[in-house]
């Protein structure tokens, strides 16, 4: 087993942390900063992305001058009690304002929407222009991006729409149906085209998201300030700790336009089908028949015959769902997990 010393050393030596180190520097976050449990010096929480488990390692950043001198990895017991004291505050956001230019990720949903007004909110008090980003991932409701459009406009907030080269109909014959251990669509139709765009922005930016703990037991474990390495600059999730009840509290007490998506109680940006459900595609049937048709037809011409829903070992058909809800037959599947 490895001493903390050669962790340490091993760290130091791979040097990954070199752009989060310039994606820091001239921001001191308050939230981000802890004691570390391994050398017991004051630094800078931070994770970085490694392909496999959705749960990443933890690091302690120990800089000075703006340079990294030290970078302290955590074993499993002391990252799941570091994650907890992470938090971001009001003051951390105006300065990444002050010195980053403002990016949030918008998609319309409840979520994103507090997200994108309490932002505004503080670029009102710094003077800084707030800059959405709608991702139409060409496998969601047309309705969806119209809201988008509105909120954006009743709020005085430019807005950049933004969309993958390939359309995800096409991709999907191609590829196959997206799933949880195949999700392709993520990458293609979301990360990529953001991606693109950023790269065209050369200042130094900040990107913001309406990502939440309470969401699901793996996002609790996020920390909610991070060096996304695709967009090359920091992503902050500021209504991270944000409960469900005060994020349908800030919405309606902001007069924002309303819009019937936010009771579905799914996203509707995109149906790509890696986390929808038989009764997400219930729901989809009143709500766009044109879609529905569209991505039964991919289903059909899957070579590898898999379908939208498969849970307890079936498999069902959006062809043999529409003739259940044309029966009025309630779900034959458990949703539960």
Sequence with gaps: MKTFENRVRDTNNNQWWKPIEEAFAGVSLKGLKVNCPQC???????TRWIKGPALK???ILHIKWRKVRKVCELNEEQANNIRGKVDIY????IRLFEVRKPFVLFS???DSLATLVYLKEIAKKVKREL?????????GLPENKKYVKKVCKYLGVALKIVRPKTDYFTLAKEWGIPSFRYRWCCRELKINPIKEYLDSVKEPKVVFDGIRAQESRVRKQYIPIWYHPSFKCLSVSPIFNWSKHRVISFINSNGLPKTSFHSLGTSTECWCGAYKTEADFRKLYELNKDIFYKLAKIEKENKNRFTFIYKNRQKISLKDLEKQILKGSPSKINDSV
């Design 40 to 46: 017991k010096e004051i630094g800078l929480v931070t």
């Design 57 to 59: 390692p933890i690091y």
């Design 90 to 93: 009001e003051s951390d956001i």
């Design 108 to 110: 319309g949903g409840k």
């Design 131 to 139: 800059t959405a980003i709608y991702v139409d991932t060409t496998a």
